[in-house]
């Protein structure tokens, strides 16, 4: 939804500006905590509870806080404190989602997601990972879902990319191939 996109991107662009000018501060911390709020702001029940009327901004942080633990750093309680004021709790997800772009795109990385038909062994995904690092010429932060319904293969996103070398995909080529 680009509206969302349009309201997150000051949101995300001052905390990066924020993080990199406090001395100390590493901006992938800062994403973890962001990536932390935003899941709680996601919750279907924290989705109500912002949007209910009655309940203050400042009950609101106080929820938030309780629910985020006590190891929240001052920037993000300040960062909470001012999505809070501002009504923006339900574009949290998509700061923290654009955040982490600016996070990457500093490190000159990107964030990779491999879907397999089976768990993969850390090693196994550490080869993966320096191959895939090679094709798409950047360094990559790899996480990775098992998808039963690959397989076999693997299937990796890296933002608007997918490369897709899974067996479900070749089936669907071949079975393309045969009734065209």
Do not use: H
Not at 52 to 62: A, I
């Amino acid at each position: 939804m680009a509206e969302l996109a349009t309201i997150a991107r000051p949101y995300a662009e001052a905390l990066f500006k924020a993080c990199k000018n406090i001395a100390g501060s590493d901006t992938g911390v800062a994403a973890d905590w962001a990536e932390k709020l935003a899941a709680i702001a996601a919750n279907p029940q924290m989705r109500s509870l912002a949007d209910n009327p009655k309940v203050t901004s400042e009950q609101l942080f106080g929820v938030f806080t309780s629910v985020a633990g006590s190891d929240l750093p001052e920037i993000a309680r300040n960062f909470l404190r001012t999505v809070i004021d501002n009504g923006r709790v339900t574009v949290l997800p998509e700061i923290a989602a654009q955040f982490r772009s600016l996070v990457n795109n500093s490190k000159g990385s990107s964030d990779a997601l491999v879907y397999s038909a089976f768990p993969m062994d850390a090693a196994a995904l550490a080869d993966l990972g320096s191959t895939l690092e090679k094709r798409f010429g950047r360094k990559l932060n790899l996480s990775e879902k098992t998808d039963e319904s690959l397989i076999g293969g693997v299937r990796v996103v890296v933002g608007d990319e997918v490369l897709d070398t899974s067996v479900k995909a070749r089936l669907e080529q071949m079975k393309a191939a045969l009734t065209a």
